[in-house]
């Protein structure tokens, strides 16, 4: 049975991908669970919020972009670097593992369009670097 804390973050579509399935799968036949997610729902929508949804909706504890770029270049701290491990992979936070995605595709697009400029430039020069008799 899932706890109120999870049914917020299903509501929020913060959980993982597996957990979300799991509490969807249990819905199907579970009214006790459907009344208890439309209570969390009426207390969201009335404005009733704790600390805790606060931290979460607003994402306190995720890291920012430039550091989860260092992060995957491999210069932070090792205290940091192993923050956003139990981040990830622990906590399973889905925002920034779409972060985390976007950004190793950034870094594969602007490493082909790298390769391809070195080329051009090697073309347009080949003329200038022949010897001269």
């Excluded at 936070?93 to 870094?107: K, P, S, V, W």
């Excluded at 697009?109 to 051009?120: L, N, W």
Aim: hydrophobic share 30%; glycine share 6%.
């Amino acid at each position: 049975m899932p706890t109120d804390a999870q049914l917020r973050a299903f509501l929020d579509e913060s959980l993982p991908p597996d957990q979300m399935a799991a509490i969807e799968f249990q819905m199907r036949d579970d009214s006790e669970l459907h009344q208890r997610l439309a209570e969390i729902r009426g207390q969201q929508d009335a404005g009733l919020h704790s600390l805790g949804a606060i931290w979460r909706r607003h994402r306190l504890s995720c890291p920012d972009r430039s550091t989860m770029g260092q992060y995957l270049l491999g210069v932070l701290d090792p205290e940091d670097e192993n923050y956003i491990d139990f981040h990830l992979k622990r906590i399973g936070c889905r925002y920034c593992a779409a972060n985390i995605a976007d950004l190793e595709q950034n870094r594969k697009e602007s490493e082909g369009q790298v390769e391809t400029r070195r080329q051009r430039f090697f073309q347009t020069s080949a003329g200038y670097l022949r010897r001269k008799p």
